[in-house]
């Protein structure tokens, strides 16, 4: 009975400095989280082109509006342009990861006309 005791004891300590703690939710310094933002433009007959980290995207818009998704993982500008076709109002609305509004303009458009604008998009 004397040697169970210390037996006991070596292999309890032995189990118990052999166990490991679980780092994978520790740290998610590697991890990329991409944030999902919205750029609606609501007309008739326009082209829309956009540019989102250095990348171009062209879509055109023959009746009401158009929701485009654009994706990001840190602050950075969101270049738009738009042409309208026609003489019309046109709505430009962009919204952030957070639900924020960032532009929401509604202008009379001629036919023809481009306009370029900048959005200073913020993840903080």
């Known amino acids: 009975m004397r040697l169970l005791y210390p037996l006991l004891l070596i292999v309890m300590v032995a189990f118990l400095s052999s166990c490991k703690k679980d780092n994978s939710l520790d740290s ?14 609501e007309c008739s007959n326009c082209e829309v082109t956009y540019q989102v980290n250095s990348k171009d995207y062209k879509v055109g818009i ?12 840190g602050d950075f500008a969101l270049v738009t342009e738009v042409l309208s076709k ?3 109002k046109i709505r430009v609305l962009v919204v952030d990861s957070f ?3 960032v532009s929401n303009e509604l202008n009379k ?5 481009r306009r370029k604008k900048t959005f200073e ?3 903080k």
Do not use: P
């Open 28 to 41: 998610l310094d590697h991890v990329i989280l991409k944030r999902e933002g919205l750029l609606r433009v």
């Open 62 to 73: 023959d009746q009401g509006s158009n929701d485009m998704a654009f994706y990001y993982s």
């Open 86 to 88: 026609e003489e019309q």
């Open 99 to 101: 639900g924020r509004v």
């Open 109 to 113: 458009w001629s036919a023809g006309e």
């Open 121 to 123: 998009i913020n993840i």
